[in-house]
């Protein structure tokens, strides 16, 4: 989204020509990295929709990743109320800091939400890319009507395990519930997000 970016309005005189941009994950909401951009590392940055900074010790542009392959993915930016600091959302392709962390500030980048976007990445994966040992692709074969059937015969016996006080079955089912909806939404060739924001505009 860069709706909440209008270039012409950043203050690139209060540091001599520089912006600082903190780097956060689109998804895990982890911040990964600080760096610096000038309006050509910027505009550079829309463009190609690789994260680019200016490396103050190199004295030039600089795209993340460039050597390593770990690129950052642009997915949005916005600017701060000052119009001073950028705020830069990615899809990390790799670690983020040149020492092999996750972060520049050595923290995990992992989390529940990660995990759930790669698991409707792999469905997807087996929707497009189907193989006869994955019982996944097994379902998209059958047909709409099969998966929504799962699905409903997994929601029929979370409600049974949630009248017992057997927790590690429940999660099981829940479990169960969650995976069968993923591949019902891929199925209809929709995304979770896309529910996500229903549940956005309900709640405003």
Request: include cysteine; proline fraction near 2%; aromatic fraction near 6%.
């Amino acid at each position: 989204m860069t709706d909440k970016l209008n270039i012409d309005q950043l203050d690139f005189e209060k540091g001599d020509g520089l912006i600082p941009a903190i780097v956060q994950d689109v998804t895990t909401k982890s911040v990964l990295m600080m760096g610096y951009m000038n309006r050509e590392a910027l505009e550079k940055t829309l463009e190609s929709n690789l994260v680019t900074f200016y490396s103050r010790s190199k004295e030039r542009l600089w795209t993340k990743g460039e050597i390593s392959g770990n690129v950052l993915n642009l997915e949005s930016i916005r600017q701060d109320c000052d119009a001073d600091t950028l705020l830069v959302y990615v899809k990390p392709a790799g670690p983020a800091c040149h020492t092999g962390a996750d972060t520049c500030f050595d923290e995990s980048n992992e989390g529940s939400i990660q995990f759930i976007d790669h698991l409707k990445k792999t469905i997807k994966d087996r929707y497009e890319s189907p193989s006869e040992k994955s019982y996944t692709s097994s379902l998209f074969k059958k047909g709409i009507n099969k998966v929504a059937q799962k699905v409903g015969e997994e929601a029929v016996e979370i409600v049974i395990e949630a009248k017992d006080d057997n927790k590690e079955l429940f999660l099981g089912e829940a479990a169960d519930l969650l995976y069968h909806y993923l591949v019902l939404l891929q199925a209809k060739e929709i995304d979770l997000e896309e529910v996500i924001e229903v549940l956005q505009k309900r709640h405003k």
